[in-house]
């Protein structure tokens, strides 16, 4: 299945959770990420999630990852503002850090010190699925898969989503990057 279909697709079924279902299901995925045979990494890159958009919210997945390892730091992803630039970098937060809502509805650090992309060990990938192969569709805008790019090759890539897999991809093409791990309520699907 074509990219835009499984985003049409995964955008409805998503948007069909009640908040009781979600809930239940972003608790069996902690529990799933729990269960991965990784050390927590002291450089975490994550996301805000856009409100209504019924995303994983991995603020869950931060807080254990706090609780596990007291040295973290978490950094989030700041769009460019250059009109001729597709690039995000990430920005490192704290408590007292300051969100403001960006062009596309999510939240990012107002401001913080930005962090090499081949510094970060873990980077949790929003997206709206992924196949059995670590293929994922995102939100269509390639920032990530840029970004990746430039993160070292032992980097962890993983993406949560509250359904199973999806069909095969048909449309990867060279720029994707696949993940290491995706993770559904119900499985740790590994890819490298």
């Known amino acids: 299945m074509k990219k835009e279909d499984l985003r049409v697709n995964f955008k409805k079924k998503r948007s069909e959770l009640t908040d009781q279902m979600k809930l239940k299901l972003d608790d069996l995925l902690l529990i799933q990420f729990q269960k991965l045979p ?44 250059d009109i001729h630039s597709a690039d995000m970098v990430a920005v490192a937060a704290t408590n007292a850090s300051i969100f403001i809502t960006n062009s596309y509805g999510i939240p990012e650090p107002s401001q913080g010190n930005e962090i090499s992309p081949e510094l970060i060990d873990l980077v949790i990938v929003p997206l709206l699925c992924f196949d059995k192969s670590g293929n994922r569709v995102g939100y269509g805008k390639g920032y990530y898969d ?46 490298h």
């Open 38 to 81: 990784i050390d927590i990494p002291s450089n975490i890159m994550s996301y805000i999630i856009k409100e209504g958009s019924n995303e994983f919210d991995p603020q869950h997945i931060i807080d254990y990852c706090s609780f596990k390892n007291l040295d973290i730091n978490v950094s989030f992803p700041v769009l460019l503002k």
């Open 146 to 191: 840029r970004f990746l790019k430039k993160c070292r090759k032992n980097c962890i890539k993983i993406g949560f989503s509250h359904f199973s897999p999806s069909e095969p991809i048909e449309d990867i093409n060279e720029f994707d990057v696949p993940l290491d791990y995706g993770i559904s309520p119900d499985a740790i699907h590994e890819f």
